[in-house]
């Protein structure tokens, strides 16, 4: 199977700095999403890599390694408003359905 | 606007009942999916269809059964085989035929069903 592997849970105080590390396996492997889910509601699309590197976005950045099959969405100078769920999802071809990781609950504390 | 909508936003049955949730979409996309989605499970493929009259099983179909018959749409039913209905259900499209495979999936707002 294609598993995509990420943290359960992670907590961090207002103004910090969080990064949320996946991992997903590499043989047939296009790019990688990554979406907000707030409780109750629908995943919204952050960001999405292709190619090596680091993107920013904002308060947001995400990095790919493809070689590593590895990939982080890093918040910084976080808000309470980013506690929600951070859901990972590999693209291995177009037309098939994502492959989603279980999904990160971050929770932000003032 | 374009978009996906999923009605109704709360779902309520009896075991035992047949329940079809609804899924429409005006972004002109072939691809659509139905996911599960239970407390720490993620998100779970139930179905997908990649233009009309097609569909495939995903990881979980067993209880579930769907019909593409429009392109806009593709409603979900749950029948009394599903053993645990209670979930909350989303459903998705994309444009396989995006640039460079890009397969952004687009969420409708959720069913949340709930079999008493």
């Known amino acids: 199977g294609q598993n995509i592997d990420q943290p359960t849970e992670m907590t961090a105080t207002e103004g910090a700095i969080v990064q949320i590390n996946c991992t997903y396996q590499?043989?047939?492997?296009?790019?990688l999403f990554w979406y907000q889910q707030h409780a109750g509601e629908a995943p919204t699309f952050l960001s999405y890599?292709?190619?090596?590197g680091l993107e920013e976005k904002g308060r947001f950045s995400s990095f790919l390694s493809r070689s590593k099959g590895y990939s982080y969405l890093l918040l910084k100078e976080l808000q309470m408003k980013d506690s929600a769920s951070y859901l990972c999802?590999?693209?291995?071809?177009?037309?098939?359905?994502?492959?989603f990781g279980k999904g990160t609950t971050l929770s932000v504390s003032s | 606007d374009g978009g996906i909508t999923q009605s109704p936003k709360y779902l309520f049955r009896k075991e035992g009942q047949n329940v079809t949730l609804s899924c429409e979409q005006n972004?002109?996309?072939?691809?659509m999916y139905w996911y599960r989605q239970d407390p720490g499970q993620g998100l779970r493929l139930i179905y997908y269809?990649?233009?009309?009259?097609?569909?495939q099983k995903g990881d979980i179909a067993e209880g579930y059964s769907v019909s593409r018959e429009k392109k806009e749409s593709f409603p979900l039913t749950v029948t009394s085989a599903q053993k645990n209905p209670t979930a909350f259900y989303l459903c998705?499209?994309?444009?396989?035929?995006?640039?460079?495979?890009?397969?952004?999936?687009?969420f409708g707002p959720g069913t949340r069903l709930t079999v008493l």
């Open positions: 890599n292709v190619l090596d």
């Open positions: 269809s990649q233009i009309v009259n097609d569909f």
């Open positions: 999802a590999a693209n291995y071809q177009a037309g098939t359905a994502l492959i």
């Open positions: 590499t043989s047939g492997f296009n790019g």
């Open positions: 998705a499209s994309a444009d396989p035929l995006a640039g460079g495979g890009y397969n952004e999936q687009f």
């Open positions: 972004l002109n996309h072939d691809a």
